[in-house]
Structure formats: structure tokens, C-alpha cells
DNA sequence: GTAATTCCTCAAGCGCACTTTAGATCAAGA
DNA sequence: TCTTGATCTAAAGTGCGCTTGAGGAATTAC
């Protein structure tokens, strides 16, 4: 159940070992210890190490992604509906992103097509201007929806 | 021409001053300085960190966004050609960020759909298995294309 | 003219995500 | 058995992207 060393799980996830003993002081694996003192994995903290790389990718921090592993189960294999629920919430997540980024990939094409990225009047590149309202910057173009904050503030995602 | 106080930038990308001092270190502005030594920036600056926002968001790092700044005029206004190349560059980005996060949504959702998520057979969360061949870990399902890299190894992008 | 505000430089500090180092212990193959 | 390699802990270090603070000078508002 519990057979596997930090060194087996280093070779099967790619990360170094430190970063597996890091993630382990942020709550992401739990490992048991043998006789000697040494770390003891199942392939369940494979599954939890993989789901840490992607939500990374995503651009989660520690904290975050350890948050939503508390709600799998430590030890025992999650089961499907466990996964099914954290998987779900991060697909939504990923929708968030592709949708952010096609629309600043049609503004970018936009400011191509015209040429007015040069021009004072571009209401993308003048935030002072037309778009003013929109708040400060080239935010209302990044979509202003940072990461770390749309699971605790939704309210943002409108 | 160069009428806009640091505060004036601030106000208007909703950076920090102390960040677009920041920035500068880092090559992304380059302001003049008025008689008593204070910072003064043209509109081509409010452009420039409006860019760098853009492309922090698509993960890009200061010192490349600062490579590619790099063939910007310094103090001119950018032309319709200048920012066309750059634009597109970015762009391209997007493009690949877009099709990176389709493949991810995908994968999730035939693990959704499955339940496979919890199955010792699972090509996706066992990478030791049938996926081996692709690398360790679920770097494949990654994609495994840094940013970092992406611009100076480009034979990665295949 | 004076007070409040903004700006200046330089150095240090911070949060995140790790890595590195040191010294010691544990495990496994010849 | 012995030796080599993997692992252990704890603390310090690294790189990025900034922020904060100190001490002082310039600018702006009244």
C-alpha cells in the first residue's frame, strides 16, 4: 500500500526530491515512515503530486492547491466522485483561462488588423481615454481576474 | 512629449510607482529626467508597460519582455510596424497558450467521464505505464513546454 | 512663503517555490 | 561485512518581482 520511496516517486513525477519534501510541509502528500525513519508513498500521492503539477500550471499557488487536496482523502485511494468534484472545479478553471485568453488574443488582433496600437485614440492602448471607465491600465484587456482571487472572491469573475 | 510624472503612470496602468521604478531597472522604460532630477515618461511609456502587463499575464518574465522591448525605439513612438511585429509575437503566444489548455480541458474531461481517475490503469494519472514513453510524471499531458525556454529553444514548441 | 505632497536614491525586506549544504543515519548489493 | 548510495533533519541560500523604509530634495497648493 505504502511502498514506494521519494526516490521512486522523484523518477516517476519528474520533480526533484526536495521539492517533494517541500510540498509535504504545504500539506500536498502525506507520507507514513518505515522503521528507519525513511518516507513511505502509495500511488495515491502520485495521483496528488500529477494534480499539484497541473494546478500549478494553472498558475495555483502551494496554499491553494493544498486546499482543495484537504478535501481528498489522506490516505486511502480517492475514489471517483472525489475526483470527479476536484476535477470538475478545475476544468472551470481552465474554461476561465481560455475564455480570458481569446478575448485579448481578438483585441490583439484587432489593434494588428488597424494598426492603431501608434494611435491615441486606441481605446485598448489609451485606458485614459474611452475605456477609461473600465478602470486603470490595460486591465478591462487582461480581463482583470486574478488567479488567487477568484475562488475567494467570485464576485470578481462577473 | 515627455509630460507624464511617475505618479501620471501609476494613476493610469495602476502599477505601483515603486514597480515601474522596478521596471525600469529591468529596461522596460526608459524616462527622461526634468531639472531637478525627476522621472518624466511620453505616451509611448504608458504603451510599453501596458504591454509588459499583458505579457506578464501570458507568464512571460521581465527580463524577456525587456528582450523584446529591446526592439522597440526608446523614446520615439512606436510605429504601426513596430508594434505589429511585436504583437503578433505575442499573439502566437496565445495561440499555443490557447491550444495547451484544450488538450488539458480534454484529457480532464475523458477522466471526468470515465472515472478513471482512480484506476491503477489510467494512461493520463499512471505515466509509468502506457504514457512512459512520453517522459515521467504528467508532464506530458503538460505539454511540457516551459515559457521560459519557449523563446530561446524554440524546438521545444513542436 | 510655507506646508503638504510627490519624488529622489539606496538598502533592506518579503512571499513564493524551491535548492543547497552539512552532518548523520539507513538500506541494499558484492 | 563492508561499502555505496539513498535518505534523514535543519538551516541557510536563490531568483523573481516587487514593497518598505530612511533620509532628503523637488514640486505643487494655498
Not at 505504502?2 to 502525506?30: C, K, M, N, P, Q
Not at 494611435?119 to 478591462?140: K, M, S, T, V
Request: charged share 25%.
Amino acid at each position: 500500500m505504502a511502498d514506494l520511496t521519494i526516490g521512486d516517486l522523484a523518477d516517476r513525477t519528474g520533480l526533484a526530491v526536495s521539492a517533494i519534501r517541500f510540498y509535504e510541509t504545504h500539506g500536498i502528500v502525506h507520507p507514513l515512515r518505515n522503521a528507519g525513519g525513511h518516507r513511505r508513498y502509495g500511488r495515491a500521492d502520485l495521483r496528488r503530486l500529477s494534480f499539484a503539477m497541473i494546478a500549478q500550471k494553472l498558475g495555483f499557488s502551494l496554499a491553494e492547491i493544498a486546499a482543495h487536496m484537504r478535501h481528498l482523502p489522506a490516505h486511502r485511494a480517492p475514489d471517483r466522485a472525489d475526483w470527479q468534484r476536484i476535477s470538475r472545479y478545475f476544468r472551470d478553471q481552465i474554461d476561465d483561462r481560455i475564455a480570458a485568453l481569446t478575448a485579448l488574443r481578438e483585441n490583439l488582433d484587432g489593434c494588428i488588423g488597424c494598426g492603431c496600437l501608434s494611435l491615441d485614440r486606441c481605446a485598448i492602448w489609451n485606458p485614459d481615454d474611452r475605456a477609461a471607465a473600465h478602470g486603470p491600465g490595460p486591465r478591462h484587456l487582461l480581463g482583470d481576474k486574478p488567479v488567487s482571487d477568484s475562488a475567494s472572491n467570485p464576485a470578481q469573475l462577473s
